[in-house]
């Protein structure tokens, strides 16, 4: 249906029910309830019914029922004698019947504007499962390899210049000659690869991985595939092709948690209408990576609105992990200490948190060290301590919102009740 129609078929149904407000209201108002003195009389009429019944059962004699008759007799010829009753009901006021006709239009042309605003004529309904068949078709359908690489290709046809870029050409194209005679040469391919990939030349970088793990055959690694997998996105400006795909299901079948693989398994889904799936799988990669993980960035800045669109309006974005080459205790530190002798145990403390706190002292760190460092603290019990590293962290911090908040949820979860600046 076009746009056209569907606009128009909007507004007139608006016009409709409009019309038939307008047409109530303006009954209302001319509508007059039942006057008062009518319904007096269907009450004294029900009084004499009443007399004339209760003298033939005997409940009265002919004497008290003639006197009853006449007493609502005299009260209908009061009733008759008055104004004939005020009328309980009645026109509304005009003003009011203008204030509510002006509503009425008002809500049905402002129900119009938003809808030409803010809505999508012309866009048909959209089910559930209409929109996963969509995706399912789109995931089928994509873009080959080859093309996607042709199409980035010709976007950027310019190789990206770098400082010893002139050094570095004339010694892969001796590496290439080189294998050419040592087809079996499986340091040689992937040296070729990586050079090839510094050089943009990443069609020739995906053949030189290829290559390697062919050579390595079953002794190809997770992390051979990984890089093969990372090089294919690469060659087309970030698109994951169905031969990634592939790869990121030969990669997920042989390590479920292979972070490379989950981050390019949620730009899949995100590529071909799925962000719900986005959303589960960017979440747990979330919780299996380090902070200063590449793609951290780009999925703490993505899960609340996947969230907000997946259904999760509850779900809260949790602290930045910690780096990868943080150091100090780690919970499964913790735990493994509170299982050892006293002795051992409190040696060991001093060791992981003595050191993770002069290492801070002296050298500073990310927040997510001084976060751990608060965490330990906070489970050993040294509440003290910990709120003097607290204070300090938040000092330290002050002009970074995000470490800032990282901090001062740090100790929200550990129970410190020192309250944030």
Same mark, same amino acid.
């Given at each position: 249906?076009?746009?056209? %129609?569907?606009?128009? /078929?909007?507004?007139?149904?608006?016009?409709?029910?409009?019309?038939?407000?307008?047409?109530?209201?303006?009954?209302?108002?001319? &509508?007059?309830?039942?006057?008062?003195?009518? @319904?007096?009389?269907?009450?004294?009429?029900?009084?004499?019914?009443?007399?004339?019944?209760?003298?033939?059962?005997g409940t009265i004699n002919e004497t008290e029922a003639?006197?009853?008759?006449?007493?609502?007799?005299?009260?209908?010829?009061?009733?008759?004698?008055?104004?004939?009753?005020?009328?309980? /009901?009645?026109?509304?006021?005009?003003?009011?019947?203008?204030?509510?006709?002006?509503?009425?239009?008002?809500?049905?042309?402002?129900?119009?504007?938003?809808?030409?605003?803010?809505?999508?004529?012309?866009?048909?309904?959209?089910?559930?499962?209409?929109?996963?068949?969509?995706?399912?078709?789109?995931?089928?359908?994509?873009?080959?390899?080859?093309?996607?690489?042709?199409?980035?290709? &010709?976007?950027?046809?310019?190789?990206?210049?770098?400082?010893?870029? &002139?050094?570095?050409?004339?010694?892969?194209?001796?590496?290439?000659?080189?294998?050419?005679?040592?087809?079996?040469? %499986?340091?040689?391919?992937?040296?070729?690869?990586?050079?090839?990939?510094?050089?943009?030349?990443?069609?020739?970088?995906?053949?030189?991985?290829?290559?390697?793990?062919?050579?390595?055959?079953?002794?190809?690694?997770?992390?051979?595939?990984?890089?093969?997998?990372?090089?294919?996105?690469?060659?087309?400006?970030?698109?994951?092709?169905?031969?990634?795909?592939?790869?990121?299901?030969?990669?997920?079948?042989?390590?479920?948690?292979?972070?490379?693989?989950?981050?390019?398994?949620?730009?899949?889904?995100?590529?071909?209408?799925?962000?719900?799936?986005?959303?589960?799988?960017?979440?747990?990669?979330?919780?299996?990576?380090?902070?200063?993980?590449?793609?951290?960035?780009?999925?703490?800045?993505?899960?609340?609105?996947?969230?907000?669109?997946?259904?999760?309006? @509850?779900?809260?974005?949790?602290?930045?992990?910690?780096?990868?080459?943080?150091?100090?205790?780690?919970?499964?530190?913790?735990?493994?200490?509170?299982?050892?002798?006293?002795?051992?145990?409190?040696?060991?403390?001093?060791?992981?948190?003595?050191?993770?706190?002069?290492?801070?002292?002296?050298?500073?760190g990310s927040a997510e060290e001084w976060a751990q460092?608060?965490?330990?603290?906070?489970?050993?019990?040294?509440?003290?301590?910990?709120? &003097?590293?607290?204070?300090?962290?938040?000092?330290?911090?002050?002009?970074?919102?995000?470490?800032?908040?990282?901090?001062?949820?740090?100790?929200?979860?550990?129970?410190?009740?020192?309250?944030?600046?």
């Amino acid at each position: 249906m076009s746009f056209t %129609v569907q606009t128009a /078929g909007f507004f007139i149904i608006a016009l409709l029910v409009g019309a038939i407000l307008l047409r109530a209201m303006s009954r209302a108002g001319q &509508a007059v309830a039942a006057d008062g003195t009518e @319904r007096a009389m269907r009450v004294y009429r029900d009084q004499i019914t009443e007399i004339d019944r209760d003298l033939a059962r005997g409940t009265i004699n002919e004497t008290e029922a003639e006197r009853l008759r006449l007493e609502v007799s005299r009260r209908i010829l009061e009733l008759d004698k008055s104004d004939r009753g005020r009328p309980v /009901g009645g026109p509304a006021p005009r003003t009011m019947r203008a204030v509510a006709f002006a509503l009425i239009v008002v809500a049905v042309a402002g129900s119009g504007l938003l809808y030409l605003g803010i809505g999508a004529p012309g866009y048909s309904d959209m089910p559930l499962l209409q929109r996963h068949a969509d995706a399912a078709e789109a995931r089928q359908n994509r873009p080959r390899q080859a093309e996607m690489e042709a199409e980035f290709a &010709a976007a950027f046809p310019e190789p990206e210049d770098f400082p010893g870029r &002139a050094e570095l050409e004339p010694m892969v194209a001796q590496l290439r000659a080189a294998l050419d005679s040592r087809p079996l040469d %499986v340091t040689g391919f992937g040296l070729l690869a990586q050079n090839e990939a510094r050089l943009g030349n990443f069609r020739a970088a995906i053949e030189a991985q290829v290559r390697v793990i062919e050579l390595k055959e079953d002794e190809a690694g997770v992390e051979d595939y990984a890089y093969l997998l990372d090089l294919m996105v690469i060659a087309t400006g970030g698109f994951v092709s169905p031969e990634a795909e592939t790869i990121i299901e030969q990669i997920l079948r042989r390590d479920t948690s292979n972070t490379v693989a989950l981050y390019y398994s949620g730009r899949m889904y995100a590529q071909t209408g799925r962000p719900d799936m986005t959303f589960r799988v960017w979440r747990r990669l979330h919780d299996l990576s380090p902070g200063d993980a590449p793609w951290m960035p780009e999925i703490r800045a993505a899960l609340p609105e996947l969230a907000r669109i997946s259904g999760e309006p @509850r779900y809260q974005l949790p602290p930045r992990p910690a780096p990868a080459g943080a150091r100090g205790p780690s919970e499964m530190d913790l735990d493994a200490v509170q299982d050892m002798p006293p002795e051992d145990r409190a040696q060991m403390i001093e060791d992981m948190v003595g050191g993770l706190s002069a290492r801070l002292a002296n050298e500073g760190g990310s927040a997510e060290e001084w976060a751990q460092l608060i965490r330990a603290l906070g489970v050993l019990g040294r509440d003290e301590q910990a709120v &003097a590293v607290l204070q300090e962290a938040r000092t330290v911090f002050a002009a970074r919102a995000e470490d800032l908040a990282l901090i001062n949820a740090t100790a929200e979860a550990a129970g410190l009740s020192t309250p944030a600046p």
